[in-house]
């Protein structure tokens, strides 16, 4: 027989009669009362190794089995990982931190002077301009007047306007790439939502390859580097056509044809979002 001190065990945190190790109602583990630091780390190093830690299996299995966590979200297994949007956010933060912390982001434009060359004779040859193309008046206008104010520091703050606004943009960017992937999909029918979902965990896998690339530029030497990049992007392109291939379930003609075509509209609407982008950070500066 149970004891009175288990049976009317409560949750600490809503109260309610605890019948297990979670409570059944707000879904929190049971806690035992911390006496001593030991006590705190091992329930520190509980959270980052227990199995019910989702990140590790979520980010193995990212990496690894390219369609997997689509299916596994769309066949209702859900509670091993972690959700599409919340993996997405944690990992193109970590992804936008390391770009704007690197060096070679710092700037927007450098000036390799010559002997005598002053700082301002430079703005005035990049800010100098004669297009005559369409919005003529409105682009000479601003080259004349904000260009050199944003070249005042070698346009570094104008780098991070861009990277504080690109991850917004992106957040736009994947549902307008979803529109067309409904249009390549359209039979047999998905719901838009599922295009979404496979765009989101392919955008992940992709920031996830970059943050493994920029850490090992950092601790590796120039020859293992340059070779690790090269591993990258053939594991990406296999990576992303067996993705297609796993999620959409057709003959490998067709998703050769269909992943070329999604290549392409990633590639074109990749351009007009960096565009926007830097011509809304230029505005809003």
């Given at each position: 027989?149970p004891?009175?001190?288990?049976?009317?065990?409560?949750?600490t945190?809503?109260a309610?009669?605890?019948?297990?190790e979670?409570?059944?109602?707000?879904?929190q583990?049971?806690?035992?009362?911390i006496h001593s630091v030991?006590?705190?780390?091992r329930?520190a190093?509980?959270d980052?190794?227990?199995t019910?830690?989702?990140i590790?299996q979520?980010?193995a299995?990212l990496?690894?089995?390219p369609g997997?966590l689509?299916r596994e979200?769309l066949?209702?297994?859900?509670?091993?990982?972690l959700?599409p949007?919340?993996?997405?956010?944690?990992l193109?933060i970590v992804?936008?931190?390391?770009?704007?912390?690197s060096p070679?982001?710092?700037?927007?434009?450098?000036?390799?002077?010559?002997?005598g060359?002053t700082a301002s004779?430079?703005k005035?040859?990049v800010?100098?301009?004669d297009y005559?193309?369409?919005?003529?008046?409105?682009?000479?206008?601003?080259?004349?007047?904000?260009?050199?104010a944003?070249?005042s520091?070698?346009?570094?703050?104008?780098?991070?306007?861009?990277?504080h606004n690109l991850?917004?943009?992106?957040?736009l960017?994947?549902p307008?790439?979803?529109?067309?992937m409904?249009a390549?999909y359209?039979?047999?029918?998905?719901y838009?939502a599922e295009?979404?979902?496979?765009?989101?965990?392919?955008q992940s896998?992709v920031?996830?390859?970059f943050?493994i690339?920029?850490?090992?530029?950092?601790?590796?030497p120039?020859?293992?580097?340059?070779?690790?990049?090269l591993?990258l992007?053939?594991?990406?392109i296999?990576?992303l056509?067996?993705?297609v291939?796993r999620t959409?379930a057709?003959?490998?003609?067709?998703t050769a044809l269909?992943?070329a075509?999604l290549?392409a509209?990633y590639?074109v609407?990749?351009?007009?979002?960096?565009?926007?982008t830097?011509?809304?950070?230029?505005?809003?500066?």
């Open positions: 027989m004891s009175t001190e288990t049976a009317t065990a409560s949750c945190n809503c309610a009669v605890l019948r297990g979670y409570c059944s109602e707000c879904g583990r049971r806690f035992e009362p030991w006590h705190l780390l329930d190093a509980e980052l190794t227990h019910d830690s989702r590790w979520t980010l299995s990496a690894a089995r997997f689509v979200y066949c209702g297994r859900r509670a091993r990982y959700p949007f919340r993996l997405y956010l944690i193109s992804f936008f931190a390391l770009a704007t912390a070679e982001h710092a700037y927007v434009v450098h000036f390799d002077r010559a002997e060359q004779l430079d005035e040859h800010c100098h301009s005559q193309g369409p919005g003529a008046h409105i682009i000479q206008e601003f080259m004349r007047e904000r260009c050199p944003l070249l520091d070698g346009g570094k703050s104008l780098a991070l306007a861009y990277m991850p917004r943009a992106m957040f960017f994947l307008l790439l979803a529109l067309f409904k390549m359209w039979r047999p029918r998905r838009y295009h979404w979902l496979f765009l989101l965990y392919l896998f920031f996830l390859l943050i690339g920029m850490i090992a530029a950092r601790v590796l120039a020859r293992l580097d340059s070779w690790l990049t591993a992007w053939l594991y990406a296999y990576y056509f067996t993705s291939r959409y057709q003959s490998r003609a067709w269909k992943f075509l290549c509209a590639l609407c990749g351009l007009v979002m960096v565009t926007l830097t011509l809304y950070s230029l505005i809003m500066m």
